[in-house]
């Protein structure tokens, strides 16, 4: 089991910048692949970016690449998403993930825990 627990969303204007932490407990992360996801109201839930175990590989979606970086500490069991010049298409509440593979994949049925939620919301 691996719980999963975002934090650091909240309101900024476009152009700023917020940085997403999340918290990964009940069994180490060190060997497997995260995420971050998000959903816009009445949108799918897609992918923003990816990180390897070792934090080596990163992938990106294109509306996203350029602006945020996903970074991890294994020693803290936590993943990380800086995300700068936010625009208000980013709205969206950001979702952690984790997979039990080692490469990063853009595959939402790939990753089989996640976390709560996180709401950031970008006024334009």
């Known amino acids: 089991q691996v719980q999963l627990v975002e934090s650091g969303g909240g309101l900024v204007q476009a152009g700023g910048s917020l940085r997403l932490s999340c918290a990964a407990s009940?069994?180490?992360?060190?060997?497997?692949?995260m995420a971050w996801f998000r959903e816009a109201p009445g949108k799918e839930r897609e992918f923003v970016a990816s990180?390897?175990?070792?934090?080596?590989?990163?992938y990106y979606a294109d509306s996203v690449k350029g602006r945020f970086t996903i970074s991890r500490d294994n020693a803290k069991n936590t993943v990380y998403l800086q995300m700068n010049s936010l625009k208000p298409e980013d709205t969206a509440v950001y979702y952690c993930?984790?997979?039990?593979?080692?490469?990063?994949?853009?595959?939402?049925?790939?990753?089989?825990?996640w976390g709560q939620g996180t709401q950031v919301t970008v006024s334009s």
């Open positions: 990180i390897t175990w070792s934090g080596g590989s990163t």
């Open positions: 993930a984790h997979t039990t593979k080692s490469a990063v994949t853009t595959t939402r049925a790939a990753y089989g825990y």
């Open positions: 009940g069994r180490t992360i060190s060997n497997n692949a």
